[in-house]
């Protein structure tokens, strides 16, 4: 039984096929006329100095499993297996990797030209930022992204705290 009709305007639902009357799927950012762009991603610690400069500043100290609270890894950094694991395997980070590149999407089909600079924060910037870093640069050069990655604080001591 059809109780009324909807006029849609042409190509409402997206482009069709002949044979059937499903809407094509979006394609993916990079054939969808989004600027592939040049990403700076730095990682930081807040506990050495002040975040850098950034179009988007992302802050892991709060939210995420600290590497630095068991013995075992405190003295290592992202440059070992078993801190990238735990930093990495904490519920919401590939949800925020994910988020962020494609905030940075965003910025790169947006009018201006230029570097997008990412940076991301922990504590001591040597477990949880550099691997969120890591994680995001592997996300975005698989999109086609030309990306550099720069661990500020990565090699200074640990942080007593």
């Known amino acids: 039984m059809v109780v009324g009709r909807v006029r849609l305007p042409v190509g409402a ?8 009357s499903r809407p094509r799927l979006p394609r993916p950012l990079a054939t969808r006329g989004v600027l592939m762009a040049v990403v700076e991603i ?18 892991l100290r ?9 013995p075992e890894l405190r003295y290592m950094t992202a440059n070992d297996e078993p801190v990238r694991t735990a930093a990495l395997n904490t519920p919401g980070v590939t ?18 030209a230029g570097t997008v600079t990412v940076a991301d924060g922990c504590a001591g910037g040597r477990h949880r930022a550099p691997s969120f870093a890591r994680a995001l640069a592997d996300q975005l050069t698989a999109a086609g992204h030309t990306v550099t990655v720069h661990h500020r604080d990565l090699d200074k001591p640990v942080v007593q705290r």
């Open 42 to 59: 730095v990682s930081f610690g807040y506990l050495h100095d002040a975040p850098p400069a950034a179009h988007l500043t992302i802050d």
């Open 13 to 20: 639902l997206g482009r069709t096929s002949l044979t059937t």
């Open 62 to 70: 709060h939210h995420f499993r600290d590497p630095h609270v068991s």
């Open 95 to 112: 949800d925020l990797v994910e988020a962020t590149a494609t905030a940075v999407a965003a910025f790169a089909s947006g009018p201006s």
